[in-house]
Every structure is written in C-alpha cells, then in structure tokens.
C-alpha cells in the first residue's frame, strides 16, 4: 500500500498583492513642462534663424541687382549716351502733352 496517495500536497499561502503607489503627478508635470518650454524656445530659435537667412539672401540678391544696373562712369560710355540721345524729339514731346 501507498501512503503517500493519502497526504495532501502542502498548499502554498497566497501572496500578497503589491499596493499601488499613489502616483506623484507634480514631478512629471514639472518635467514635461520643462520639455515643452526647451521644445518652443528651440522652435522659435530654428524659425527666427530661418527668417533671417532668407532676409540676408533676399537683400543679397537686391544688392546684386542694383550693381549690375549701375552704369558705366568713365568718359567714353557718359560721351555714347549723350551721342545717342534724340534730342530734337524732346520738344515735340513736350509740345504734344
């Protein structure tokens, strides 16, 4: 005969569920608030530094154009323009308005 068939297996004792811990909401929020603020101080550093690009090459490219507009001063170019100027039509421009 056995008698083990008859002894009960030892029973394990229940275990006790872990508590949930209150969760302390002012660290986290100071830490997202922190991020949020770096987050739109960064954003606005990337914009304001864009702006100022595009405002540099805009009067760059101003720049260039009023040089390449600018005439010739030495005597010879100064000397064609007044050659090629139609003075004769002038007056009958002005006598026509």
Do not use: K
């Not at 394990?12 to 997202?32: A, R």
């Amino acid at each position: 005969m056995d008698l083990n068939n008859n002894v009960m297996p030892p029973q394990m004792p229940p275990q006790p569920q872990p508590q949930p811990q209150p969760q302390q909401s002012q660290p986290q929020n100071s830490s997202s608030s922190v991020g949020l603020v770096l987050g739109v101080i960064i954003l606005l550093a990337v914009i304001a530094f864009g702006a100022f690009y595009f405002w540099n090459q805009r009067q760059s490219d101003q720049l260039d154009a009023t040089n390449a507009q600018v005439a010739p001063d030495d005597t010879s170019s100064i000397e064609a323009d007044l050659n090629s100027t139609d003075i004769e039509s002038v007056d009958a421009e002005l006598n026509a308005s």
